[in-house]
Nanobody, 123 residues
Framework: QVELVESGGGLVQAGGSLRLSCAAS????????LGWFRQAAGKEREFVAR????????HYADSVKGRFAISRDNAKNTVYLQMNSLKPDDTAVYYC????????????????WGQGTQVTVSS
């Protein structure tokens, strides 16, 4: 079981930046992949970014490549999502997830979710 607490959402103008943080705690918090999904109003939750726990290898959705960067501080069991060049289409609730994994058909979520943090990008 991993507990996740997000912070850093807010309102920003298009072209601006935000950084989300997710603090993980629990017995296995330091040994699982961490990442982010997002869900816009009326849409399904979608994968955003993932970082492996040991190698630091990252994986991004095509829609955020080159604009978002995921990183983690293993000493603090915290994962970050730096979001640059934000667009109105990035408006969503962003959820931290632990244990997400890659499959041939995409990234699947793990069992543990944070409470979500709202990101709103105005045009």
């Amino acid at each position: 079981q991993v507990e996740l607490v997000e912070s850093g959402g807010g309102l920003v103008q298009a072209g601006g930046s935000l950084r989300l943080s997710c603090a993980a705690s629990g017995r296995t918090a330091s040994s699982v992949a961490l990442g982010w999904f997002r869900q816009a109003a009326g849409k399904e939750r979608e994968f955003v970014a993932r970082i492996a726990w040991n190698s630091g290898v990252t994986h991004y959705a095509d829609s955020v490549k080159g604009r978002f960067a995921i990183s983690r501080d293993n000493a603090k069991n915290t994962v970050y999502l730096q979001m640059n060049s934000l667009k109105p289409d990035d408006t969503a609730v962003y959820y931290c997830n632990a244990g997400l994994y890659e499959t041939n058909s995409g990234v699947r979520s793990g069992a543990n979710w944070g409470q979500g943090t709202q990101v709103t990008v105005s045009s």
